[in-house]
């Protein structure tokens, strides 16, 4: 009976230094799959979730699309990208300040919006600054911008694409605007960042922020008498089906950007930050291309719903917005008289 005893003891000691043995192999490989996750190579399927306030079928989203086909293409289904039109994640402003804060979220985002945090981000959207968009994504490839960038991340942004064209902004009314002088008093909508809103006041126009989901009721509802964007965009949220006079003013050539929070980017692998790049830099050139197409088609619909198209003058625009310029004081000095420079010594 004592040997049985004895050698059961010795059993049941076996058995126990194989299952501590075996708990520590398994904590020792879920540490190691953690720490390649960090680094370079994992083969973890990462998920990120991609915000934006367009609509679907916009060239916004069908660019979205085709960074989600892309990268999930590239990393052989590693990288998913869960897509949110239409502002469903929250405002842009609202999705900014989600991803500064190390969220799990991709992030259209204007650079006047941005400029909430560098203010000299400001520029690249402020009222005519350039007669083309190539001469804005120009800026995009300069010294200049790399200090923009650098500046960007310290507080907490991460740019992962700068190629995206948002198209040439133009105003739609409920009444006709040929002047300056025909906005004073009209409410138009704005997106709710400083260099929007200060560059209706210097039109003359009440600015009224407005989240780009509810523009089409508040016109509906007359809390505004009308809104700007470019022609996809005013379309996507019907907004012709209520304002009836489309004035040309090019106001803005617009891009934007696809950010995320620099904590964030920081726990992705090496890999997949790179083919986040290379395929929204991918995804942005097909966008471009589906903007053009819709950009002409838009405009012939409108005419055939009735919408009259003013083409204006903009000389007088251009002389109401050189305030704009001036108002914004926390703007590195001489910083307008540095981009004017780059733009004259551009490559040919």
């Not at 390649?36 to 998920?47: I, M």
């Not at 990120?48 to 289904?77: F, H, M, R, T």
């Not at 083309?132 to 960007?152: G, K, R």
Request: hydrophobic residues 35%; charged residues 25%.
């Amino acid at each position: 009976m004592k040997k049985r005893t004895k050698w059961l003891s010795v059993f049941l000691f076996a058995m126990l230094v194989v299952f501590i043995s075996a708990c520590s192999s398994d904590s020792s490989s879920t540490s190691s799959e953690k720490g390649s996750n960090e680094g370079k190579g994992s083969d973890e399927k990462v998920s990120i979730n991609v915000a934006y306030g367009n609509q679907p079928g916009e060239p916004i989203d069908l660019l979205a699309k085709k960074w989600k086909e892309l990268a999930e293409e590239k990393s052989n289904g590693k990288i998913e990208l869960k897509l949110y039109p239409s502002s469903q994640l929250g405002s842009e402003k609202d999705v900014v300040e989600q991803a500064t804060m190390g969220n799990n979220v991709i992030v259209m985002a204007g650079y006047d919006f941005l400029m909430d945090y560098v203010p000299d981000a400001g520029i690249l959207t402020a009222p005519y600054i350039t007669d083309s968009v190539d001469d804005l994504l120009y800026l995009t490839t300069t010294d200049w911008f790399d200090e923009l960038h650098e500046a960007l991340n310290g507080a907490g942004i991460h740019i992962l694409t700068t190629n995206t064209v948002y198209g040439e902004r133009q105003l739609l009314t409920n009444e006709p605007v040929s002047t300056p002088e025909d906005l004073k008093g009209m409410k138009i909508r704005v997106p709710n960042n400083q260099m929007s809103i200060a560059t209706f006041e210097a039109l003359g126009a009440t600015a009224t922020p407005t989240p780009l989901g509810d523009l089409y009721t508040s016109l509906q509802q007359g809390l505004i008498d009308g809104a700007e964007n470019p022609l996809p965009v005013l379309q996507g949220v019907k907004a012709h089906e209520v304002s009836k006079h489309l004035s040309l003013t090019g106001h803005q050539k617009f891009i934007t950007t696809w950010i995320a929070g620099q904590s964030f980017i920081d726990t992705l692998p090496e890999d997949v930050v790179q083919i986040l790049k290379e395929t929204g830099d991918e995804a942005g050139e097909y966008g471009r291309g589906v903007l053009e197409e819709q950009t002409k088609a838009v405009l012939d619909e409108f005419k055939e719903q009735g919408v009259e198209v003013h083409e204006v003058n903009v000389e007088p625009f251009k002389e109401k917005v050189q305030s704009v310029y001036e108002k914004f004081s926390e703007w590195t000095p001489g910083l307008y008289d540095r981009i004017v420079e780059l733009l004259e010594n551009k490559p040919s």
